[in-house]
């Protein structure tokens, strides 16, 4: 595998994208590998699932991440008598001019912060499909462009099941990354229960990168070179899933490409213009446990170590390239 030094595109990346990480942990007390992961999801132009029990900062996360760079932002809280229009916006008749006018809806924003998505009906939920997947939304037969750059963070309770509506796999399958972000070490409990209010220190947090400085690193995404045999090691990888019991439904072809893009924006985070197979198994967790089904009649947090463990087993028995 070619590990030559860094391209000049790529040192030139780090510094932003690693101020972009530390500003994050300013006011986010946890595993750097979790900031990590999620400024990877930013960085391929993917949206981000953040999924575990509550008071573990969640919400905290994805507050963070957004007010960190110089775009519009927009959180919105769902429940279950949330409304398509109330995230698309809807057409309203002008009766001085005689005509409907299209308003613009809270989704029009750059990042948007879907608090407790699964928390809302179906329908709503399937209102972010086209947004999500063609950076569009189209209303009464209008189409309306999605500003860029463009991202969903998706929180949702795993363990609470009172007036929730599980998330279908055409929703999950939007996501390119899916992260639990756990319970938090000692010394990080700690400085937690010290006093200070993070999450209000999070609606001010001052961005450090502007929309455009985000652009420049999404599109250098594209430029980080994969080695042919780790094309095979993705394709090992993905393949495995699909191979039976306990999987009922393996890994479709473009979770194997989401696998591949989400490898280079995380080796894109260490300033690197080469994917190791080290990046792969960084990410394929995240990027392929939501996509499998297994034969299972657990919920919550149990179905969700479960699959997990499916992929933990899967990179333990398929060979990695040298």
Aim: proline letters at 7%; aromatic letters at 6%.
């Amino acid at each position: 595998m070619n590990t030559d030094a860094p391209h000049p595109a790529a040192e030139a990346f780090a510094p932003s994208i690693e101020r972009l990480i530390t500003n994050i942990r300013r006011v986010f007390i946890g595993s750097e590998e979790v900031v990590r992961l999620a400024v990877a999801t930013l960085l391929a132009r993917g949206h981000l699932l953040i999924e575990d029990v509550p008071g573990i900062g969640k919400t905290l996360l994805g507050v963070a991440l957004a007010r960190s760079i110089d775009a519009s932002f927009k959180r919105i809280q769902f429940t279950n008598d949330l409304l398509p229009s109330d995230i698309l916006g809807l057409s309203i008749f002008n009766p001085r001019t005689g005509g409907f006018e299209f308003k613009f809806g809270p989704i029009f924003n750059q990042i948007i912060l879907a608090d407790e998505i699964n928390r809302t009906t179906p329908k709503t939920q399937s209102a972010l499909l086209e947004a999500m997947s063609d950076l569009r939304v189209t209303v009464d037969g209008q189409t309306h462009p999605l500003p860029s750059p463009f991202m969903i963070i998706a929180t949702q309770n795993p363990v609470e099941y009172h007036g929730t509506f599980p998330l279908p796999e055409a929703q999950l399958d939007r996501f390119l990354l899916r992260l639990k972000i756990g319970y938090p070490t000692r010394d990080d409990e700690r400085e937690i229960i010290r006093g200070r209010d993070y999450y209000e220190q999070a609606q001010t947090l001052p961005p450090v990168l502007t929309a455009a400085e985000v652009a420049v690193l999404q599109n250098g995404v594209e430029a980080v070179r994969l080695d042919d045999s780790l094309f095979g090691y993705i394709l090992d990888l993905v393949g495995e899933t699909r191979n039976g019991r306990p999987v009922k439904l393996g890994v479709s072809p473009r979770g194997a490409l989401l696998l591949r893009r989400a490898a280079q924006a995380y080796a894109l985070t260490f300033g690197r213009t080469y994917v190791t197979p080290d990046d792969i198994q960084a990410v394929a967790v995240p990027v392929l446990a939501h996509r499998i089904i297994i034969d299972s009649q657990s919920y919550g947090l149990v179905r969700i170590r479960e699959s997990d463990a499916v992929i933990v087993d899967i990179l333990h028995k398929v060979a990695v390239p040298v």
